[in-house]
């Protein structure tokens, strides 16, 4: 444990925060832009684009429990069992994130292209992202540490987004070479005796993380619906296509600012309903985008979903380590299983997102979206309407129902500290 009792430092916790900001970059920009970006730059069909959202996202999907399985399996080296990876895949990363990015020069291939370097990148980004999550639970063994350092992670990773939005998406490749920056260290630990698919089978049996996990699929699911199609519904769907970078880069900025809010807020009043009252303050607001389409409530929903958007990036990383933690006191003998959690949440998650974004982008085939075309029939503007409004709210009030059976209250908690402090 790098932490120990002493705590970490300002420097530990700002290296890891730097580790993961390049991949951020990335992941924002494509959840903004590829769509629109394959529909009106690379012009393929939106079936086509569909088709390139949904496979790559499954592909995605499915790396990630390969990954974290495989990771188990790595052999500790002098800089850690998980450093290797994130150094290693950071270059084919770069390679190619630049080519998902590059329109070549024929037509006829062009779907094949994309699909190809979309499941590439996504292959490559777990093999980063996945070990690199994991991470956390080796920077300390105090809670207070971990959600501090995950703070730091999400602050910084919104904060350099905005920088890349004020760039106007310039140097979003050369950003990711600093996936190599030495996040910390991790040392060596026993991974004990239990074999993997028992411990695969301990984990997806444990309740709170599958409630965890279920719930913020739903709400991952909203946010991606809001982010993939916002873009497309600024330009066509509400005339606001001369303001919509200056409108994502006010929520991006809003959510920067509220992340140290929230990291209060968990603290003094608990994680659990930090997550109740900042994911359910976006769902009036996008809907009244929907019926006040103006300039204004526009800015005014954009502060206001920066707060939501905070809220759901900062709060299922800060409560995963404490399902960890929990899953340690039932299961004292199962050790070094870390990267089940964070790669199986994350495959769910990209999963459920896959299919929310080839699922939406076909709807925009259904309702005769055309592509290049500087005005859309009316029927695109209302399916983008329910895209960014109705199915959002639907999305979040399910995951909110679910998270309710979310069992790790501010109470359990702290007794789970005290005993594995006992235990330890």
């Known amino acids: 444990w790098l932490g120990l009792e002493y705590g970490l430092s300002f420097c530990s916790k700002l290296c890891f925060a730097i580790g993961g900001a390049p991949n951020q970059v990335a992941g924002s920009a494509t959840a903004f832009f ?10 393929i069909n939106p079936f086509q684009a569909s088709m390139v959202l949904f496979i790559g996202k499954a592909w995605g999907a499915m790396t990630d429990p390969v990954v974290g399985f495989f990771i188990t399996k790595s052999k500790w080296t002098r800089i850690g069992r998980l450093m290797p990876w994130m150094v290693g895949c950071t270059p084919f990363v770069v390679v190619s994130y630049f080519y998902l990015w590059f329109v070549p020069p024929f037509t006829n291939g062009r779907f094949i292209w994309y699909l190809g370097f979309y499941c590439l990148y996504q292959t490559l980004i777990t093999c980063f992202h996945v070990p690199y999550s994991a991470l956390t639970m080796f920077l300390s063994t105090d809670q207070k540490e971990r959600d501090s350092a995950t703070a730091y992670r999400r602050s910084l990773l919104n904060r350099s987004y905005v ?6 998406l310039f140097c979003h490749s050369l950003l990711i070479v600093l996936n190599s920056v030495i996040n910390v260290l991790c040392c060596r630990h026993d991974p ?6 028992k411990g695969f089978i301990l984990v997806m049996r444990h309740c709170p993380y599958l409630s965890l996990t279920a719930a913020f699929l739903f709400i991952s699911v909203a946010i991606q619906l809001v982010q993939s199609n916002f873009v497309l519904f600024c ?11 200056n409108i994502v880069l006010t929520i991006l900025v809003s959510a920067v600012v509220s992340i140290p809010l ?14 109740f009252c900042g994911i359910t303050w976006i769902m009036p607001f996008t809907v009244m985008l929907v019926f006040i389409p103006n300039l204004v409530v526009a800015y005014v929903v954009a502060v206001s979903s920066g707060l939501s958007v905070a809220a759901s990036l900062l709060l299922p990383w800060s409560m995963l380590p404490d399902v960890v933690d929990d899953f340690r006191l039932a299961n004292p003998d199962c050790k070094g299983f870390e990267a089940i959690f964070y790669s199986f949440y994350v495959f769910f998650t990209k999963f459920a997102a896959g299919i929310s974004l080839g699922v939406s982008t076909l709807c925009l085939e259904f309702a005769g979206y055309d592509t290049g075309a500087c005005r859309q029939p009316a029927q695109v503007a209302y399916t983008l309407k329910l895209l960014i409004g109705a199915a959002p709210v639907a999305f979040i009030v399910t995951g909110l129902l ?14 789970n500290k005290l005993c594995l402090e006992e235990l330890r």
């Open 402 to 415: 679910i998270l309710l059976l979310y069992p790790i209250s501010e109470d359990v908690r702290l007794r």
């Open 163 to 168: 920088v890349s939005q004020i760039q106007a």
């Open 34 to 43: 590829l769509q629109i970006y394959l529909l009106d730059v690379a012009q």
């Open 192 to 197: 004990g005796g239990i074999p993997f698919h």
């Open 235 to 245: 330009t066509y769907a509400v005339d606001l296509r001369d303001h919509f970078q």
């Open 262 to 275: 929230w990291q209060w807020f968990l603290e003094r009043f608990g994680k659990k309903t930090a997550a």
